[in-house]
């Protein structure tokens, strides 16, 4: 049966980070201190409570639950007897997963109101275990259906009307037959569910409420606390002094828990080759893409084919150097906007408007939801930093719910673009539960960061095409390079490492912080290029990126970003059934297989056109950005 999360977080990972950067909300009244959440006017939160009005509700659920489980135990053994019986059992499993997923979805997100708040860390325990009940209760469906014949499981979708819904799933479950263990061992693995899956808890709980990060003195001398949602705020300062001391804190916080971090990180590794080696595949590569049905082929072509294009990304760190004028650049330097007299702020009213005319392409259905779910008091978004809460920003949500987002405004051009990127995994989020039965509202990561990748572009875009002035082109130019940098390039980058620390693993060789840091240190510097020089503590990247805990994920924004900048050109373009297209791929979920849904929104993963246009996207831009700066 179906066992990932539920819209599973899409957490927007930029190497910049879409992390609190500027203040401009009212309810700050002060720059160096994080409000507290009762501080925080209502219509600015997210409603939870639209999930369960009450604790007292939430727990009738989980003993409901509780009390269904044990229906699973006539099943085993009968589920060839006859297609009523196998609908039954499906059915059956998806209202109660559907109920599971409600409770976990919930209880992380009041606790991501506050990590702190010891309630709601053990209602996050309490929804973890019994989600791993819920896998355990059904962990012999997929052994069982595997030992029926193929043929009489396609037959009977075929002539049962009920279970024709369920095609596509039993063709994905029966193409995987030779990775399904027995009943005994996936009920034996899905009860370590909740020990193989604690690794990035823990580093999500050490991070965000153990590191401390001290403070520094701003650009005027005055002394202010660092948090996570401060540090990029800081590295883009115009001041050099104060981008460096804030990434040298940054840096010594994870520094002085470095051991315990590559641990932590060479465990998640270890546990990812169990699980690969247990379901019979050779790497950890094979076992992550073929969930999915995506050849290794895809992963392995992408990186080539960037690793063969370098130098436009080379030569963009030399006209970094340029304009900055220093002699050496430094990691600390990457990220201040090379513009310096010109800087706006949004509030966040202000971003609002901005992201829903430049979702006009997408036609006046689409932006009719679109402004439903952004509207201040919808319940969707939560805006703003406060003490305790969870760090940038993400999608969420239940079939049952409307989708939630996750923000920490602060008025950046980056809280802008987190405002379009989360809006569109919620609105893929969206029509899918409206479009789909609850087995396949799921989609694949695959194809999770498209819609979101595609909105961007058309914000980018739009702010592109409306500007006169010389200097906000540049630092649109600026912003545009940075992001396809964070968002292609970087992750990229990520995905090399993720491939040489995962065939170290393979391979039986020792790890350790100093290995880490050495692996990273060599795929940044042929990133980067000549011009960077990485100093002694910008190579802990490989044990502070908390997306390495979910293996092979995050080459997956590189394809989402690539085919959401193809689909965004194809839109603007007026290009015949292109907007149609797209919303068939946002209302398809789960229903096929990833690949095969992204050609119906017109993108081909396997061949490298998407990879190929954004890559000469880049190198074009960087050539304006040098034209402009030789204008003078």
Same mark, same amino acid.
Not at 209 to 220: A, K, M, P, R, V
Not at 582 to 602: C, H, Q, R, V, W
């Given at each position: 049966?179906?066992?990932?999360?539920?819209?599973?977080?899409?957490?927007?990972?930029?190497?910049?980070?879409?992390?609190?950067?500027?203040?401009?909300?009212?309810?700050?009244?002060?720059?160096?201190?994080?409000?507290?959440?009762?501080?925080?006017?209502?219509?600015?939160?997210?409603?939870?409570?639209?999930?369960y009005e009450t604790l007292d509700d939430w727990n009738a659920d989980f003993d409901a639950v509780m009390e269904n489980l044990p229906r699973?135990?006539?099943?085993?053994?009968?589920?060839?007897?006859?297609?009523?019986?196998?609908?039954?059992?499906?059915?059956?499993?998806?209202?109660?997963?559907?109920?599971?997923?409600?409770?976990?979805?919930?209880?992380?997100?009041?606790?991501?109101?506050?990590?702190?708040?010891?309630?709601?860390?053990?209602?996050?325990?309490?929804?973890?275990?019994?989600?791993?009940?819920?896998?355990? %209760?059904?962990?012999?469906?997929?052994?069982?259906?595997? !030992? /029926? @014949?193929? &043929?009489?499981?396609?037959?009977? *979708?075929?002539? =049962?009307?009920?279970?024709?819904?369920?095609?596509?799933?039993?063709?994905?479950?029966?193409?995987?037959?030779?990775?399904?263990?027995?009943?005994?061992?996936?009920?034996?693995?899905?009860?370590?569910?909740?020990?193989?899956?604690?690794?990035?808890?823990?580093?999500?709980?050490?991070?965000?409420?153990?590191?401390?990060?001290?403070?520094?003195?701003?650009?005027?001398?005055?002394?202010?606390?660092?948090?996570?949602?401060?540090?990029?705020?800081?590295?883009?300062?115009?001041?050099?002094?104060?981008?460096?001391?804030?990434?040298?804190?940054?840096?010594?916080?994870?520094?002085?828990?470095?051991?315990?971090?590559?641990?932590?990180?060479?465990?998640?590794?270890?546990?990812?080759?169990?699980?690969?080696? %247990?379901?019979?595949?050779?790497?950890?590569?094979?076992? !992550? /893409? @073929?969930? &999915?049905?995506?050849?290794?082929? *895809?992963?392995? =072509?992408?990186?080539?084919?960037?690793?063969?294009?370098?130098?436009?990304?080379?030569?963009?760190?030399?006209?970094?150097?340029?304009?900055?004028?220093?002699?050496?650049?430094?990691?600390?330097?990457?990220?201040?906007?090379?513009?310096?007299?010109?800087?706006?702020?949004?509030?966040?009213?202000?971003?609002?408007?901005?992201?829903?005319?430049?979702?006009?392409?997408?036609?006046?259905?689409?932006?009719?939801?679109?402004?439903?779910?952004?509207?201040?008091?919808?319940?969707?978004?939560?805006?703003?930093?406060?003490?305790?809460?969870?760090?940038?920003?993400?999608?969420?949500?239940?079939?049952?719910?409307?989708?939630?987002?996750?923000?920490?405004?602060?008025?950046?051009?980056?809280?802008?673009?987190?405002?379009?990127?989360?809006?569109?995994?919620?609105?893929?989020?969206?029509?899918?539960?409206?479009?789909?039965?609850?087995?396949?509202?799921?989609?694949?990561?695959?194809?999770?960061?498209?819609?979101?990748?595609?909105?961007?572009?058309?914000?980018?875009?739009?702010?592109?095409?409306?500007?006169?002035?010389?200097?906000?082109?540049?630092?649109?130019?600026?912003?545009?390079?940075?992001?396809?940098?964070?968002?292609?390039?970087?992750?990229?980058?990520?995905?090399?490492?993720?491939?040489?620390?995962?065939?170290?693993?393979?391979?039986?060789?020792?790890?350790?912080?100093?290995?880490?840091?050495?692996?990273?240190?060599?795929?940044?510097?042929?990133?980067?290029?000549?011009?960077?020089?990485?100093?002694?503590?910008?190579?802990?990247?490989?044990?502070?990126?908390?997306?390495?805990?979910?293996?092979?994920?995050?080459?997956?924004?590189?394809?989402?970003?690539?085919?959401?900048?193809?689909?965004?050109?194809?839109i603007l373009d007026g290009e015949p059934g292109a907007v149609e297209r797209f919303m068939t791929f946002m209302k398809d979920g789960g229903?096929?297989?990833?690949?095969?849904?992204?050609?119906?929104?017109?993108?081909?993963?396997?061949?490298?056109?998407?990879?190929?246009?954004?890559?000469?996207?880049?190198?074009?831009?960087?050539?304006?950005?040098?034209?402009?700066?030789?204008?003078?």
């Amino acid at each position: 049966m179906k066992q990932s999360l539920i819209f599973s977080r899409c957490l927007t990972f930029l190497f910049v980070a879409l992390l609190t950067l500027a203040v401009v909300s009212p309810v700050y009244g002060q720059a160096d201190k994080v409000p507290l959440r009762s501080e925080i006017d209502d219509k600015y939160k997210w409603r939870v409570e639209d999930i369960y009005e009450t604790l007292d509700d939430w727990n009738a659920d989980f003993d409901a639950v509780m009390e269904n489980l044990p229906r699973f135990e006539q099943y085993p053994g009968h589920l060839g007897d006859s297609p009523e019986l196998l609908l039954e059992c499906l059915k059956l499993s998806d209202s109660i997963g559907l109920v599971v997923d409600n409770l976990f979805v919930f209880a992380y997100l009041k606790l991501d109101e506050d990590n702190r708040a010891g309630q709601f860390q053990e209602l996050a325990g309490r929804a973890q275990d019994i989600r791993s009940r819920r896998y355990q %209760a059904t962990a012999f469906v997929e052994p069982e259906l595997l !030992s /029926l @014949d193929r &043929n009489l499981l396609l037959g009977w *979708v075929d002539s =049962n009307p009920g279970l024709k819904e369920y095609g596509h799933y039993l063709d994905a479950v029966t193409r995987l037959k030779d990775h399904v263990l027995s009943a005994e061992e996936e009920a034996l693995l899905a009860q370590a569910s909740p020990v193989l899956n604690s690794f990035r808890r823990t580093f999500d709980r050490l991070e965000a409420t153990d590191l401390q990060f001290g403070s520094i003195l701003d650009e005027n001398g005055n002394e202010v606390d660092l948090s996570l949602g401060r540090i990029s705020r800081f590295l883009e300062s115009p001041d050099r002094r104060v981008r460096k001391d804030a990434r040298l804190a940054q840096n010594m916080a994870y520094y002085n828990v470095r051991n315990t971090l590559s641990a932590l990180f060479e465990s998640s590794l270890r546990k990812d080759y169990f699980l690969a080696t %247990a379901r019979g595949y050779n790497t950890c590569l094979e076992y !992550s /893409l @073929d969930a &999915n049905n995506i050849p290794t082929s *895809v992963f392995h =072509n992408i990186v080539e084919a960037t690793n063969q294009n370098l130098a436009p990304l080379h030569k963009w760190a030399s006209i970094q150097k340029r304009i900055l004028d220093v002699d050496t650049l430094y990691a600390w330097d990457l990220y201040v906007p090379l513009v310096r007299d010109f800087d706006k702020e949004y509030s966040y009213e202000e971003a609002q408007a901005m992201v829903l005319e430049a979702m006009k392409p997408l036609g006046e259905d689409y932006l009719e939801e679109f402004e439903k779910g952004l509207a201040l008091g919808s319940g969707w978004i939560d805006v703003y930093e406060t003490q305790g809460k969870g760090g940038g920003a993400y999608s969420w949500g239940t079939y049952s719910s409307h989708p939630y987002i996750l923000l920490n405004h602060t008025g950046t051009l980056d809280n802008v673009f987190a405002i379009a990127h989360e809006m569109g995994h919620a609105m893929h989020t969206y029509l899918t539960i409206h479009t789909q039965p609850y087995i396949y509202e799921d989609c694949s990561l695959f194809l999770a960061e498209v819609a979101s990748g595609c909105h961007e572009a058309l914000m980018m875009k739009y702010m592109l095409d409306r500007t006169t002035d010389k200097k906000e082109k540049m630092y649109l130019l600026n912003y545009y390079i940075q992001q396809i940098i964070g968002v292609f390039f970087t992750q990229l980058s990520f995905s090399e490492f993720e491939l040489a620390v995962h065939e170290r693993i393979e391979s039986g060789q020792a790890v350790s912080a100093d290995y880490f840091r050495e692996t990273y240190r060599e795929i940044f510097e042929k990133y980067r290029g000549p011009d960077l020089v990485v100093d002694s503590l910008n190579d802990l990247g490989g044990i502070r990126i908390p997306h390495f805990y979910r293996q092979y994920y995050v080459y997956q924004y590189a394809v989402g970003y690539a085919a959401g900048q193809m689909l965004s050109q194809q839109i603007l373009d007026g290009e015949p059934g292109a907007v149609e297209r797209f919303m068939t791929f946002m209302k398809d979920g789960g229903s096929n297989y990833p690949i095969e849904t992204l050609k119906k929104a017109g993108v081909d993963a396997t061949r490298p056109e998407a990879v190929e246009r954004t890559l000469k996207l880049f190198g074009e831009l960087v050539d304006e950005m040098e034209r402009l700066l030789d204008e003078g």
